[in-house]
T-cell receptor
Framework: SQQGEEDPQALSIQEGENATMNCSYK?????LQWYRQNSGRGLVHLIL?????REKHSGRLRVTLDTSKKSSSLLITASRAADTASYFC??????????FGTGTRLQVFP | EPEVTQTPSHQVTQMGQEVILRCVPI?????FYWYRQILGQKVEFLVS????????KSEIFDDQFSVERPDGSNFTLKIRSTKLEDSAMYFC?????????????FGPGTRLTVT
């Protein structure tokens, strides 16, 4: 697998449901960050989790990190139509260079 | 809330021409970055910049590319002689810290189209 590979590639849910996206990576990291990108727009920073942290919350977002499995998950609870976007994980390995994953396209139907 | 801004939002240029993409990072940020995203592909790192020097660059960032912080607010990316394959969305990012707390905040991007 590549550094930063999200799964699933696409996810469709109804408003109110929870959405879970996963990210796997290959090498040890300093931190892992999640970003949202609306179609053709910029990247919005959602959350950063450090390599020594296991879980972080921000509003309806919950991120977990399992360094033994080299994986992270992003959970969006009680999803809204406005959450429709692509979600990317990005890892910082030894430097500040972010390596982005392939992204999960989330569609939330009203 | 402070944000990174980029101009222009869309730039169309002919192959072989020089382009300069402009960014205004968040004012108290010290670390600056350029990334690009070719349509339908991953976001790719180009270069990082700190204390008026390039900290790191990728293999994409060849001699045709340069970065500059000409004054206290702007951060520019210059492509000296554009190629068709330079067509992409270019994102500027900035952060206040380096290392494990290096949260990078991205601008809205400049869509570069090379014809």
């Amino acid at each position: 697998s590549q550094q930063g590979e999200e799964d699933p590639q696409a996810l469709s849910i109804q408003e109110g449901e929870n959405a879970t996206m996963n990210c796997s990576y290959k090498t040890s990291i300093n931190n892992l960050q999640w970003y949202r990108q609306n179609s053709g727009r910029g990247l919005v920073h959602l959350i950063l989790i450090r390599s020594n942290e296991r879980e972080k919350h921000s509003g309806r977002l919950r991120v977990t990190l399992d360094t033994s499995k080299k994986s992270s998950s992003l959970l969006i609870t009680a999803s809204r139509a406005a959450d429709t976007a692509s979600y990317f994980c990005a890892t910082a390995v030894n430097t500040d260079k972010l390596i982005f994953g392939t992204g999960t396209r989330l569609q939330v139907f009203p | 809330e402070p944000e990174v801004t980029q101009t222009p939002s869309h730039q169309v240029t002919q192959m072989g021409q020089e382009v300069i993409l402009r960014c205004v990072p968040i004012s108290n940020h010290l670390y600056f970055y350029w990334y690009r995203q070719i349509l339908g592909q991953k976001v790719e790192f180009l270069v990082s910049f700190y204390n008026n020097e390039i900290s790191e660059k990728s293999e994409i960032f060849d001699d045709q590319f340069s970065v500059e912080r000409p004054d206290g607010s702007n951060f520019t990316l210059k492509i000296r002689s554009t190629k068709l394959e330079d067509s992409a969305m270019y994102f500027c990012a900035s952060s206040v810290l380096a290392g494990v707390m290096n949260e990078q905040y991205f601008g809205p991007g400049t869509r570069l189209t090379v014809t």
